[in-house]
């Protein structure tokens, strides 16, 4: 072998012994990494595993895929979005929450700051409502936490409104054309 040629990586110990071909390739990364492992296991030394901005990964690298929900709630606890999600889903589970017979009657709008705004199909289900609310809270602690409904706004069935704008005459409006 002259000095100019490269020289080339002997084999792991257990490759060339017992009349086995060879390995070349993948096949000698494999099998040289299986005994640099087992020597370092051997030394009491331990596999350390690298975090990219100090999340831990099951395995692997950042690279690597993760599960879509491990993504999502990585992504909410980094933006903060923990209230908004919480909110969301007393919003979405309506019916699991209140119940199927409530939940027919009454659909929930908004739930900001701890204030839940809730709108009834009929005034006699917005009295009931009004009724129901510390059992409502009650629920709601149960399903979503403490702390994320303290109020309840009851709303009746939207009325038609006549007036249009933010100005507008005081005075009968639009049916006062006739007289």
Not at 38 to 57: D, E, H, W
Not at 119 to 148: D, F, N, P, Y
């Amino acid at each position: 072998m002259c000095a100019d040629e490269p020289s080339v990586p002997a084999e792991p110990s257990g490759a060339a012994s017992g009349g086995l071909p060879p390995l070349k390739g993948p096949d000698l990364v494999r099998a040289a990494l299986a005994e640099a492992k087992a020597a370092a296991r051997a030394k009491g030394a331990v596999p350390r595993k690298v975090a990219k901005r100090g999340l831990p990964r099951a395995s692997g690298d950042a690279r690597d895929p993760m599960r879509f929900g491990a993504a999502i709630q990585r992504l909410v606890d980094e933006r903060g979005w923990q209230d908004t999600t919480t909110a969301a889903g007393v919003l979405a589970n309506w019916d699991r929450v209140v119940g199927a017979e409530i939940a027919d009657h009454c659909q929930p709008v908004s739930l900001l700051d701890g204030e839940l705004v809730v709108v009834a199909e009929s005034t006699a289900w917005a009295t009931q409502l009004r009724l129901l609310t510390k059992t409502l809270l009650v629920r709601i602690k149960e399903h979503a936490g403490e702390g994320v409904a303290t109020k309840i706004v009851v709303r009746g069935p939207a009325q038609p409104d006549w007036r249009k704008g933010p100005r507008r005459v005081q005075g009968r409006g639009p049916r006062d054309t006739y007289g």
